[in-house]
C-alpha cells in the first residue's frame, strides 16, 4: 500500500489522508510528513482515527487533548495552551505536572483531563 511507504511526499500524504478508504487514511495519518491541517483533515474525514491522530507529534491543538499527558512534549502542550488561552499560572501548573508524569505513571491520563482537574476549566 503506498500510503505506507515510508517517506511520502507531504502533497501526496494529503490526497492520501482523506482517501475514502479507512486504511489509507489511517496509514497515510501516521507519515511523518502529515502536517497539523492534513491530520485535521483526516480526522473531520474520518473521525474514527481521532485517537490515532492526537498521538502523533504534529496533532493539530485541538486533538492535542485527548493524548496522553505522558506522551505530550513542550511544544505540543504549548500549542494546547495557546488552543485554550492558557494564561502564565495555568501553563506553569499545567507543565509542573507534566513534567512529573513519566511513561510509567498514569499514561492514560489526557491532555485535557489533567487540563480541567488543575484549572477547573473544559479545554
Given amino acids: 500500500m503506498v500510503a505506507a511507504m515510508y517517506d511520502l511526499p507531504e502533497d501526496l500524504v494529503a490526497i492520501l489522508a482523506v482517501d ?11 507519515q511523518w510528513t502529515a502536517t497539523a491541517e492534513i ?11 481521532t485517537a490515532q491522530i492526537s498521538l502523533h507529534d504534529n496533532a493539530p491543538a485541538h486533538l492535542l487533548r485527548l493524548k496522553p499527558i505522558a506522551y505530550a512534549d513542550k511544544a ?14 495555568a501553563r506553569t501548573k ?23 482537574r488543575l484549572t477547573g476549566r473544559n479545554a
Fill in 76 to 89: 505540543q502542550l504549548d500549542r494546547f495552551y495557546d488552543s485554550v488561552d492558557a494564561d502564565a499560572d
Fill in 20 to 30: 475514502d478508504v479507512l486504511e489509507v487514511a489511517s496509514a497515510a495519518a501516521g
Fill in 39 to 49: 491530520l485535521a483533515a483526516a480526522a473531520a474525514k474520518h473521525p474514527e482515527l
Fill in 94 to 116: 499545567m507543565s509542573e505536572v507534566a513534567r512529573e508524569f513519566d511513561f510509567s505513571h498514569n499514561i492514560s491520563e489526557s491532555v485535557e483531563q489533567v487540563w480541567t
